[in-house]
Structure formats: C-alpha cells, structure tokens
C-alpha cells in the first residue's frame, strides 16, 4: 500500500512561485507512476503531469508545459511538482495520485491512491 500526503500549497502573486511535495509511504513507492492532478471549485478533477516509476518519461498538459516541472526521489519517497510562473487559473487544490499503470499520463480512474491535497491560490 502506499499512503500520500502533499505539502507546499500557499498563496501567491500571479507569475510567482510554490514547490509541491508529495511524500509517500511503502517500499513499492518506486513501482507506481506519480503525479498530479488538480481540482478548482465547481470543476473536474483534472490531470496535471505524471512522471514514470524510472523517472525516465514525464509529461506534462500543455497548460502547464514550460512553467510546472515534475520530479520523484525513489530513494526519498518523495514526489515534487515545482510551479513557476503561476497564473490565477491554476488555481485549485492540488492531489498527488499514484497509480500501477506503467504509463506516464495518468487517468483518475486509473489512480490507485491519492492524497488529501494541498490548496494553491494564485492572485491577480
């Protein structure tokens, strides 16, 4: 099993920055792809970026591509998603998700585990 909890989430200026983290419980750490998705008040539950067990295949939605940029320390059991550029539609409680299936774009049905989230608010 693997427990998620996620931390960093603040307030911030447009253009500014935050660091998620994602800590996660369990020697199979290393054998799920991680990643992140988001939820803003009133709609779906969206992907983020996912990043494979290796390290070795990220990928990113074109809204965030460029600004946000997704890591993992398997030796760590940590999961890190740095935001830059921050723009107020990235607004949104942020989830860290792990899932068995061996592809780095994830699907929420495909999630496995998902922390309790962490809340970014970007201002204009």
């Known amino acids: 099993q693997v427990q998620l909890v996620e931390s960093g989430g603040g307030s911030v200026q447009a253009g500014g920055s935050l660091r998620l983290s994602c800590a996660a419980s369990g020697r199979t750490f290393s054998s799920y792809t991680m990643g992140w998705f988001r939820q803003a008040p009133g709609k779906e539950r969206e992907f983020v970026a996912g990043i494979s067990w290796s390290g070795g295949r990220i990928y990113y939605v074109d809204s965030v591509k460029g600004r946000f940029t997704l890591s993992r320390d398997n030796a760590k059991n940590m999961v890190y998603l740095q935001t830059n550029n921050l723009k107020p539609e990235d607004t949104a409680v942020y989830y860290c998700?792990?899932?068995?299936?061996?592809?780095?774009?994830?699907?929420?049905?495909?999630?496995?585990?998902w922390g309790k989230g962490t809340l970014v608010t970007v201002s204009s």
């Open positions: 998700a792990a899932s068995a299936y061996a592809r780095e774009y994830m699907s929420a049905g495909g999630v496995a585990y």
